[in-house]
């Protein structure tokens, strides 16, 4: 059964970065787009960033574009979110996502398999 596990949260200032990761195990991300959410306290969780199951194709959301990166290692299983130039409000609990298929619609995962249980990011001076 797959089980994900992300790690790599923490407090950060803000201008500052982290990479987060998404590490899979029980079965293999081969065949799976992969994405990021996050969850801020009092509101709904947001899709920000997928990418394809080959790493050809990545999508963000605007209020990301130009300063995260998702990126994978399919031999390692594992699947990155670098982020940069971190502002306050990128404060949340993010999450990783496995699509039940192989491509993205858009930044969002359409279908998906398996939620990973989060790990948190805090953005403050």
């Known amino acids: 059964q797959l089980q994900l596990v992300e790690s790599g949260g923490g407090l950060v200032q803000p201008g500052g970065s982290l990479r987060l990761s998404c590490a899979a195990s029980?079965?293999?991300?081969?065949?799976?787009?992969v994405g990021w959410s996050r969850q801020a306290p009092g509101k709904e969780r947001e899709g920000i960033s997928c990418?394809?199951?080959?790493?050809?194709?990545?999508n963000y959301r605007d209020s990301v574009k130009g300063r995260f990166t998702i990126s994978r290692d399919n031999a390692k299983n594992t699947v990155y979110l670098q982020m940069n130039s971190l502002k306050p409000e990128d404060s949340a609990m993010y999450f990783c996502a496995v699509s039940t298929g192989l491509v993205c619609s858009d930044y969002l995962v359409p279908s998906v398999r398996r939620w990973g249980p989060g790990t948190q990011v805090t953005v403050s001076a």
């Open positions: 990418i394809s199951n080959t790493g050809d194709n990545t």
């Open positions: 029980g079965d293999t991300l081969d065949y799976s787009a």
